[in-house]
């Protein structure tokens, strides 16, 4: 009977455990995509359609990778992502590395139409 009894309260804990852990990962999931919005707005105000580009061996845009990086880079231009490092030498710096391949990733994907609408608008201006 106490064996029994144990069993259920351990498994009660370990639920609650797995239950509260989820909404902190949502929370910052939340507060990352507010902030690439903010980042998106500002630069739309100042008309930078750049693109993110992390560090690395060649010109990668995240999110884009399928894409003509040369047309893109000279369409839109490139911004490179501060503190994001080509070599990789801790588990932080591969999780850092995550967060903002990520961010890039969503960033690149939301300003690529900003900067497709403005190529075209300034392309029947011309014509």
Known sequence: ???????ALLAGFLVGCAYTAQPMESSAHKTSQREMTKQIELAVE??????LALASR???FPGLEQEDT???KKMCGVRY???SPDIIKSIEEKQKRRD???????????MLKHCLNVASDSKHAVE
Do not use: G
């Not at 009977?1 to 069993?7: D, G, R």
């Open 1 to 7: 009977m106490i064996k029994l009894t144990s069993i």
């Open 46 to 51: 100042k008309n930078d359609y750049r693109l």
């Open 58 to 60: 060649r010109l990668v």
């Open 70 to 72: 040369a047309k893109l």
């Open 81 to 83: 992502v501060d503190k």
């Open 100 to 110: 903002a391949y990520a961010f890039a990733k969503s960033f690149n994907q939301a």
